[in-house]
Antibody
């Protein structure tokens, strides 16, 4: 069955960077894109960006441009999201979520999500 | 990219129908047929309930339906049940292959 398993919770100091992983199984990794979405405590979902797992192309939300880097390792069927220059407002649960593509193009919705990774930024 | 506009909360009694709106612009909701809706129980990851405005994934109850008119999409839940109590988020494709979420709506089943 399809699974997206994320790395464990992190505690970081302001100014540091964090890298969260998302290991996929149960499907052909390169057939899908991987998106990253975050949710601060009690707040809404916020879309951060995505990577085409086939060719590695990325697109980022303007809000995070310059601070976020999404990569993938096809041999490990794993996507990564690195966020730099952390501040307290980046404290949130970070989710990976996949998007399917076929010959018609991308299906712009998330059919499977990771379990979420809590990143806490505190001095 | 501003968030799509949803009511902060809606409520209904068991058996009733409720509708959650999701207002955007011509650059997102109104410009594309790629609106989706997610249900998020407390402390859990979201789950898709509707995609491409009105399509239901396999396994989602037919009590959930979606529609769109102009720049506003809507999610309707009929025959409300206690298990439907959760937060609901809309999402839309927008320009340059990006996505945007709504502010979220807390559904309370009275």
């Amino acid at each position: 069955q399809v699974q997206l398993v994320q790395s464990g919770a992190e505690v970081k100091k302001p100014g540091a960077s964090v890298k969260v992983s998302c290991k996929a199984s149960g499907y052909t990794f390169t057939t899908y894109a991987m998106h990253w979405v975050r949710q601060a405590p009690g707040q809404r979902l916020e879309w951060m960006g995505w990577i085409n797992a086939d060719n590695g192309n990325t697109i980022y939300s303007q809000k995070f441009q310059g601070r976020v880097t999404i990569t993938r390792d096809t041999s490990a069927s794993t996507a990564y999201m690195e966020l730099s220059s952390l501040r307290s407002e980046d404290t949130a649960v970070y989710y990976c979520a996949r998007v399917y593509r076929d010959g018609s193009g991308w299906y712009w919705y998330f059919d499977y999500w990771g379990q979420g990774t809590l990143v806490t930024v505190s001095s | 990219q501003s968030a799509l506009t949803q009511p902060a909360s809606v409520s209904g009694s068991p058996g009733q129908s409720i509708t959650i709106s999701c207002a955007g612009t011509s650059r997102d909701v109104g410009g594309y047929h790629y609106v989706s809706w997610y249900q998020q129980p407390p402390g859990k990851a979201p789950q898709v309930m509707i995609y491409d405005v009105s399509n239901r994934p396999a396994g989602v109850s037919n009590r959930f339906s979606g529609s769109k008119s102009g720049n506003t999409a809507s999610l309707t839940i009929s025959g409300l049940q206690a298990e439907d109590e959760a937060d609901y988020y809309c999402s839309s494709y927008t320009t340059s292959s990006t996505l945007v979420f709504g502010g979220g709506t807390k559904l309370t089943v009275l």
